[in-house]
Structures are given as structure tokens and as C-alpha cells.
């Protein structure tokens, strides 16, 4: 059964840091693109950033570039979103996704439950 489970999500003040971590099982995330999602209240889901299946290509939504990094262990079967100079824009439930492509070009076929983000003034 293949499942994503998020954690790491938090409340963070502005200018604080968080790490999200992304736990696969029922795959190997090795074989594939991954990326993180956020949604914030009222409006709809949004890319923030994609790593291909050998972490050799990132991209970064432009809200976010400087200021997040997604990386991955494939050992450990693990994708991890490091996040600093957080701002009160980046409040949202954050997903781990499973899929192909990069960037734009992202296309996603499993997600995770979210983890709560809140970075207060």
C-alpha cells in the first residue's frame, strides 16, 4: 500500500525555520519524481517546489526560491523540505507528492495527508 506521511509542520514565528520530512513506504521513492504542495485557507493547492527521482534537478516556485530547499534520502526513503526565513504568506497544510516530471511539469499520483504550517508575526 503506498502512503506518504508528513510531519515536521508546526507553528513558527516570522523569520523562524522549519524542516518538513516526507515518509514513504509501499514504494521506492528512488524510481520517482517527488514534490511539496501547499494550500493555503480559501485558495487553491499550489506547487512549491519539485526534485526528480536522482535529485539532480530542483525547481522552486518563485515565493519560495532562497528561502526553501527540498532535498531527498533515497536510502532512507524520505523527502525533506527545509524552510527559513519563514513569513506569515507561507501559512498552509503542506503535501508530499508522488509523481513524474518537474517543475510546471509536475504531475501527481499520490499524496500525502498534509502537515499544518503556521508562522504567526
Known amino acids: 500500500q503506498v502512503q506518504l506521511v508528513e510531519s515536521g509542520g508546526g507553528l513558527v514565528q516570522a523569520g523562524g525555520s522549519l524542516r518538513l520530512s516526507c515518509a514513504a513506504s509501499?514504494?521506492?521513492?528512488?524510481?520517482?519524481?517527488m514534490a511539496w504542495f501547499r494550500q493555503a485557507p480559501g485558495k487553491s493547492r499550489e506547487l512549491v517546489t519539485t526534485?526528480?527521482?536522482?535529485?539532480?534537478?530542483?525547481l522552486y516556485a518563485d515565493s519560495v526560491k532562497g528561502r526553501f530547499t527540498i532535498t531527498r534520502d533515497n536510502a532512507k526513503n524520505t523527502v525533506y523540505l527545509q524552510m527559513i526565513s519563514l513569513k506569515v504568506e507561507d501559512t498552509a497544510v503542506y503535501y508530499c507528492a508522488r509523481g513524474r516530471g518537474a517543475g510546471t511539469h509536475f504531475t501527481p499520483t499520490y499524496w500525502g495527508q498534509g502537515t499544518q504550517v503556521t508562522v504567526s508575526p
Open positions: 526534485i526528480t527521482w536522482n535529485g539532480g534537478t530542483t
Open positions: 509501499g514504494f521506492t521513492i528512488s524510481y520517482y519524481d
